[in-house]
């Protein structure tokens, strides 16, 4: 009988020891996981209040860009026309050039000067919530000569320069007019000439309509640098 108490005493002493060190150990078990789960859950908190931000201020963004585009249909008109295909305006001053030249004939410069004026009041009217940038491209184009003429050919790459030169003359043009777009800290002016290329072309009959100006103006909202 006392061996008996005894075992049972001694039974005792080792389980409960041992329960407690169990329940102890999954305690421990269960506060890690916890804590893990806490910070996981804080972590994709952040990471979707992050990213509601982001959306908010993208929406921000392209209201903006949208009511710019907007603005920029007082373009339209005498002096420019929208390309929707291309997302671009195009000046629609009749300018002919000489074959090969890059002058501007003095016959054209008043309508060219009065749209340059156009294009600069009416990127000075825009009025936005927030700062923002354009970003001008004056493009200058060259029609090709009749179809078989090996002038095609053999000036292919020539008409790069030359269609960049003609848009260089229009930009100097308005310059010593006082119209100076690169004086303006909104506005990243690139000058650009496709050649007998790009796209938008007019063609067959139509083809003498490339000696022309494409105006393109790119609205970039955001803090300004």
Known sequence: MNNT????RQSNDFFWPSYVDLMTSLFVVM?????????????REG?????????????????QITKIRRSLQQL????????????RHEL???????????????AYKPALLQAGRTLRSVLKSIKTDQ?????????????????????????????????????????NFWRQNGIN??????????????GFYGTGR????????????LIQVIPKVGRMQ
């Open 31 to 43: 506060l890690v996981l916890f804590v893990y789960s806490f910070k996981l859950f804080k972590d």
């Open 92 to 106: 629609l001053v009749p300018v002919q050039f000489k074959a090969g030249r890059d002058e501007i004939q003095e």
């Open 131 to 171: 700062p923002v940038r354009y970003l001008v491209i004056v493009e200058g184009m060259a029609a090709r000569y009749p179809q078989g003429d090996p002038r095609n050919t053999r000036e292919e790459q020539t008409t790069y320069q030359l269609s960049y030169r003609r848009a260089l003359n229009l930009l």
């Open 5 to 8: 108490t005894s075992n049972k």
């Open 181 to 194: 777009f690169s004086q303006d800290r909104s506005i990243e002016l690139i000058i650009g000439g496709s």
């Open 202 to 213: 007019y063609q067959g009959r139509r083809e003498g309509d490339n000696k022309r100006f």
């Open 76 to 87: 339209e008109g005498k002096y420019f026309k929208y390309d929707p295909a291309n997302e």
């Open 47 to 63: 990471e979707l209040k992050q990213a509601n931000g982001e959306l908010k201020a993208k929406a921000i963004e392209l209201e």
